[in-house]
């Protein structure tokens, strides 16, 4: 219990110290001696003790002195006084200054043991009470930050969801509008043309709102953690032919061309094909949706190091102001734009593409500028061929 204990003992008669610190000694304590006031000092200023016994008369300064500058450097410290009947008033001032005691002399070994054992019990308690305040500081300090996190997803959840009705009304509105238009055609007939022109709407309707709950579910998918990579090798150049067979009848609408490059040394990679041909769509039909006719799409792709794979799909349509390169990202982060952008999307796809990106470890990001195109560059580590 002793061991580990420094213990200060001051008295300027030699015989006292002498016998109260072998006595300490051989209790187990760590003991330092001193002869005066002064040197009592330097040894206090110099290492911290647990208990410091002193004289309250010194040849130099009052014992006095000493508990003040003990408490100032260390207020755990416990200052045991030792002093004669003449000086009991002075002890009594020295308990109300902070002294945990005072004992008189001839000191009686069983009584400084008693006392300086209290006083250890006491500073442990206190050492623990001071642990404990700290550690429900930190759970308190902890739980706050928790909580604040749960609103901020609360709130972004709520953020979400009025989005989603929004998106949801307004193709369900035009579906409505227009059958109710169609269904009333006895009361007011309308010509084929018309009437053509509405079923068209509302097909258009029809297939946004689908694209729209597809995205909502695959975005759902990813959330709650269902959706997993499923690597397998494959080759990148296959991968990215047939993701051009896929879009090109969609450029053609807008006369636009696709060329790919793929840099040196990029054949068979591990990924999940799947995920990586979504991506590469999403990003595409952006290219497409925000640049004009005649337009020029490029996608490279090249090893940044031999197991980091970058991509980057290029255009050259409208760009990106900074500010709204901020929040596109952002589930339903769309971006006014011009009236000439034809082919509303549901402002998901970069939401998705990027939560696909993340599945497999990597990251997204753009760099553009208004009127100067837009470039898209996706990272994805390549995990080791055989590893998966
Ligand atoms: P959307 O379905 O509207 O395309 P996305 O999440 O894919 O939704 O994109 C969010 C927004 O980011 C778009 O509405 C558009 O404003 C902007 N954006 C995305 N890609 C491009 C691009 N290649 N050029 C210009 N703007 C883009």
């Given at each position: 219990m002793s061991s580990g204990t420094n213990i200060l003992v001051t008295d300027d008669e030699i015989a006292t110290l002498k016998t109260l610190s072998a006595s300490l000694e051989d209790m187990g304590y760590r003991i330092a001696t001193a002869v005066n006031g002064q040197e009592a000092l330097a040894l206090i200023r110099r290492q911290p003790f647990n208990i410091i016994i002193a004289d309250i008369k010194l040849p130099d300064i009052s014992g006095l002195e000493i508990l003040e500058t003990a408490k100032e450097l260390n207020p755990e410290t416990a200052v045991i006084m030792i002093t004669g009947h003449a000086s009991i008033e002075t002890a009594v001032d020295a308990i109300n200054e902070g002294a945990y005691a005072y004992i008189v002399k001839p000191v009686v070994m069983n009584e400084l043991e008693t006392i300086i054992n209290n006083a250890l019990r006491e500073q442990r308690l206190l050492i623990e009470n001071r642990e404990l305040v700290e550690s429900l500081q930190q759970s308190n300090k902890k739980l706050e930050e928790a909580n604040k996190a749960l609103e901020q997803v609360s709130r972004a959840k709520s953020d979400f969801m009025a989005k989603m009705s929004h998106e949801l009304r307004t193709p369900l509105n035009s579906i409505i509008g227009f059958s109710e238009v169609l269904l009333s055609k006895r009361t007011s007939p309308i010509d084929q043309a018309t009437h053509d022109e509405f079923f068209n709407y509302i097909h258009i309707s029809a297939k946004h709102l689908l694209h729209l709950i597809d995205s909502i579910l695959d975005l759902s998918k990813i959330e709650s953690g269902k959706m997993t990579l499923e690597s397998s090798e494959f080759d990148l150049a296959v991968l990215l032919e047939d993701v051009k067979v896929t879009v090109l009848p969609m450029l053609a609408t807008k006369k636009q061309t696709l060329q790919i490059e793929i840099g040196d040394g990029i054949s068979t990679i591990l990924a999940d094909e799947a995920k990586l041909k979504q991506i590469f769509l999403n990003l595409i039909s952006n290219a497409h949706k925000f640049t004009l006719t005649k337009g020029k799409i490029k996608v490279i792709c090249q090893l940044e190091t031999p197991l980091l794979l970058h991509c980057s799909i290029i255009d050259n349509g409208i760009g990106i102001s900074p500010q709204d390169q901020q929040r596109?990202?952002?589930?339903?982060?769309?971006v006014k734009t011009s009236?000439?952008?034809k082919g509303r999307g549901v402002g998901l796809g970069l939401s998705i593409a990027k939560r696909l990106v993340e599945l497999h470890g990597g990251k997204i990001w753009v760099i553009s500028e208004p009127g100067c195109g837009s470039t898209f560059t996706f990272s994805i580590p390549l995990a080791k061929k055989g590893s998966t």
């Open positions: 596109i990202f952002e589930e339903f982060g769309q009236p000439s952008v």
